[in-house]
Every structure is written in C-alpha cells, then in structure tokens.
C-alpha cells in the first residue's frame, strides 16, 4: 500500500509539473523574462512554504543536513531550472524536452552506481519503453545549435544528481522542511539576478493568475508531492513515473494553446502510459514473479 501511495504522490507531481509551460507561456505572453517569471515563482512558493512550516511549528536542520538542502536549491534546482529555459534559447523545445528526459536514465545508472541499487529487468524494460515514448510525444525536431543541446543534457545531469541527493537528504529531514529551504534556496539565487538586472511583472490579472498557478501548483504541490512519492518508491521509479510530465504537457498544450495533437503525439503518449501501468503492476506483485 506505501508503495501505490508513492506512485500516486509522483503521478500528481509529474500532472502539477506538466503544466508549467501552460503558466510560462501565459506569462511570457504578459510581457515578462524567464528569469522574472523564475523569481516570482520560487519566492512566492518559498513565502507559503514559510508560513506552513511555522504554523505546524517544525524545526529546521542544522550542520551538513541543513548545507546539502541548500545547495541542492541553489545548485541544482536553480541551475536545472536555468539550463533548461536558455537551452530552449538555441534549440527547438522538443529536442529540448526530449534530452532533458534522459534524466532517468542517468538516475538509474547513479542510483546502480553510488546507491547500490539492482534495477530488475522489468524496471529496466519500463525505463526503455517510457523512454523511448518521449520522442513521438513531445515531437522530436531537429536543425538545433550545439549550445542548446549541451546546455539541455547539462539540465539533466544536474536534475538526476539532485534527485539522488534529495532521495538520502530526505530521509534525514522533514519533507516541508527540505523543499521549504530547497526553493528558497533557489529565489534566493534568482533573486540576487534580480537585484542587478531588474524585474518585470505581469501586466494583467491573468498573468499574475498564471505565476500564482506555477509557484502554488507546480511548485509548492508538484515538490512536496515529488518528496513524498520519492521517499516510498526511489530515485529509479520516481524518474519513470516523471516522464508522465510531457503526456500532461501536450494535453494542456493542445487544450488550451492550439497546438495540433498528432498520432504520433497520441502513440508515444500510450507507451510512456504503458511503462507506468506496467511500473504499479511490479510494485503490487510479489516480487519474485519477476526474478
């Protein structure tokens, strides 16, 4: 049963995180930078996760505990988080997205590596299959520029070394705590762009609609519910169950912005489906039913 409820908590994060081009592309629309929309929604994200963490009165971590969790927002969550939206300068999005989602496999080769976890041949065939779906999902184009396909697989480098971190750091501390000093981290960082540079704010109430809708829903939602399913299920099978983000991505893509759902889409959409169903089959059955 823990097992079905991680699944369940990473199936809502990766639905939450989908919808994160939905609210850019909504903000870009109102007339603000990457960078802005990135610090309005870290800081606002950080703000309700302050107030929760003082209102259920939890203590934060002290030593090297407290140092990783900040670096991971600094670092990692941050820097993910730049790589990917400057690669999408210089390279098509779906080239983009699609090296960015090499990122489970990098998971599963660091969580063999320094974890010393087995991945059983069913994980591995459900990795390939979820894999493999993503390029017929998002719509795999080429002609990019060598920096934005560096510049993405740099994206999913530090993503899958943040989740390995995360998948121990976690277990160590409370899940509001980490992911409260994680984004802050991260606004911080952002923030200090900002102070340089100069910020812009979304000329409408449908854009602030929409950064309220990145930092609470595909923040605040979308983190605490990846810890939670990270801490039941693991690094590998939390990664697998994440690239349900493009199949939401292209849904609400086609739902609300007008791009064209193809069989292609449809069919690549199906095989990352099918490695997730196939995933919750293997964590409900005993396990020797697959040695």
Known sequence: MERLLGIGFIVISATAFGAVPLFANVAYR???????????????????????????????PSGKILLLLILMGAVGYAGQSFSYF??????????????????????????FLVLKQSIPRVKLFALLLSLAGIPFTIGLKFGSQSLGILLAILAAMIY??????????????????SSTIIITSAGVIYGSYIAWKGLSFPATSVGWGAIFGLALISTVIAVLMFFEGLKRIGPVDASMLSTLEPVVTVGLAWRFMGERLTMMNMFGGLMILAAAILLARYETKPTDEYK
């Open 30 to 60: 109102e007339g603000m930078t990457p960078v802005s929309v990135l610090f309005l929604r870290f800081s606002i994200a950080a703000v309700v996760l302050l107030c929760l963490t003082t209102i259920k009165k939890r203590s934060f």
């Open 86 to 111: 400057t690669a999408l300068r210089f390279a098509p999005s779906g080239l983009v997205s699609v090296l960015l989602y090499i990122y489970p496999a990098l998971v599963a080769g660091l969580s």
């Open 160 to 177: 899958s070394v943040y989740i390995i971190i995360g998948t121990k750091v976690t277990r160590e501390t409370d899940i509001l705590v």
